[in-house]
């Protein structure tokens, strides 16, 4: 069943063009098949075991794919958070890639607009339409293969990026193929599809658990929560109430004792020149807003 909902024209929702990341992607069921067979995998591993190169693989391959998802596809392509060179753009759309969660178009277009109907009709993954569907399900419903151009004209005009995002699916199959290369059978289970799948569901916990547990600091008018777990597990997304409130910082943690590792991170390449002018919360944001106690309260 869909449940995905359509939102209505009065809403000023963009209508979604297609922008088709090669022929793979035009059959709903073959995308479908490859993240279940990745999942499926994973099982394998009770025939490979595990190896010190193979957990190296796993473990770093995790992290350094989701910095690229939150620095990258999150902070810097969704919300433009900070700046930096073009050459180094690339390099996060390549470290995003990686992860295997399409190109920087798609999950920008597709981030922007849950943040403009955040938990309302409209929403790509509320979990107010179930937490399986915000979890995961949403991904495979036939119209999430659309790219929202209209809500991404600053990336469109970058023609590097226009392309990767058509071609994103070269990267993780290029990056599996280089673990087996490294390990053989080990590598390709552990290093690749065990850490992808890690992946994925840490970055889904975003869409599903932290509108679902925590606490909230603001009122924003929809279900975000800050949730410190949440935040270790996903390198700072776990503020993710804070987020919502002021959606342009590239620090989600807005106070030294919420652990933001994502930004520690952003903050290092800043040291280095390699990225410039990161945003912060104003001081404004630190004026805070108390939410009603039902809303205030852990779910």
Known sequence: MDRRPDPAPETGRVAPTARVAGPWQRQEWLSVGIYWAIHAACLLVFVTGFGWLSLALCLGLFWLRLFGITAGYHRYFSHRAFKTSRVFQFVLALLGCAATQKGPLWWASHHRRHHAFSDQPGD???????????????????????????????????????????????????????CFALDGLRGLVVGFCLSTTLLWHATYTINSLAHRFGSQRYATGDDSRNNLWLALLTLGEGWHNNHHHYMASARQGFYWWEIDIAYYGLRALAALGIVRELREPPARVYQQTVPAPEARRAA
């Open 124 to 178: 790509t993954h509320s979990p107010r339409e179930g937490f399986w569907w915000a979890h995961q399900g949403w991904i495979f419903d036939a119209r999430a293969h659309a790219t929202e151009v209209a809500r991404i004209p600053d990336l469109l005009v970058h023609p590097e990026l226009v392309w990767l995002d058509r071609w994103h699916v070269v990267v993780p199959l290029a990056l599996a193929a280089g």
